[in-house]
């Protein structure tokens, strides 16, 4: 049973530049949730998908952000002009359908570093 | 609105000692309840859950945790602690409005064990 995975471990940026995420959740998953995690914090609800469809965007997903689940497997995550203030680890978790959906599995993140 | 506070933000025990880490949500209906424990740089792993009948919950570690509804908790308790528990624990309560699913997070409480 692999779990969820997520690519790249760490990412270091120069501040205007553009970056992007990946997460392959478990296989018969079909939730995906992406959360941020600032230093001290308790990870926060960013997006959510059911199978291919964007169901959920947290207001903390600005313009900047853009995040898509194409054919219902893994899902990418993309930054626009990043920011200072979007240093943050970014975790990916996954769930199968129905009551059971809160069940979350999480992936082990990756770190963004905007220098 | 829905929140989640963990009281203590950092908790040193000593090994083989007991601990209890504190909950407390505020929800408007009967919550679905979480912990998850997070070891530096990773991602957060599911200890336990609630989500209806007996208050008290077994998980994985030797971890349990209790539901209290008259006191709006959830306390995570383990009654003897070993050097490997060392890590952040967050709790977490779900569903959040009319989402489908994302979770609210406190902002964790560190476990440091001392030898």
């Known amino acids: 049973d692999t779990g969820v995975s997520q690519n790249p471990r760490h990412k270091i940026t120069k501040r205007g530049q553009n970056v992007t995420f990946r997460c392959d959740p478990i296989?018969?998953?079909?939730?995906l949730y992406w959360y941020r995690q600032t230093l001290g914090q308790g990870p926060e609800f960013l997006t959510y998908?059911?199978?291919?469809?964007?169901?959920?965007k947290s207001r903390l997903l600005s313009d900047r952000f853009s995040a898509e689940r194409p054919k219902g497997s893994f899902s990418t995550l993309e930054i626009q002009r990043t920011e200072q203030g979007d240093s943050a680890m970014y975790l990916c978790a996954s769930s199968t359908d129905g009551p059971r959906g809160y069940e979350q599995y999480f992936g082990p993140g990756t770190r963004l570093t905007v220098t | 609105a829905q929140s989640v506070t963990q009281p203590d933000i950092h908790i040193t025990v000593s090994e083989g000692a007991s601990l209890e880490l504190r909950c407390n949500y505020s929800y408007g209906a009967t919550p679905y309840l979480f912990w998850y424990v997070q070891s530096p740089g990773q991602g957060l792993q599911l200890l336990l859950k609630?989500?209806?009948?007996?208050?008290l919950v077994q998980g994985i570690k030797g971890f349990e945790a209790e539901f209290k509804r008259s006191q709006s908790s959830f306390n995570l308790r383990k009654p003897s602690v070993h050097w490997s528990d060392a890590a952040e624990y967050f709790c977490a309560v779900g569903p959040y409005g009319g989402s489908q699913g994302n979770l609210i997070f406190g902002k964790g409480t560190k476990l440091s064990v001392k030898p």
């Open positions: 609630y989500f209806s009948g007996d208050t």
């Open positions: 296989s018969e998953h079909n939730r």
């Open positions: 998908f059911q199978n291919e469809a964007q169901l959920e």
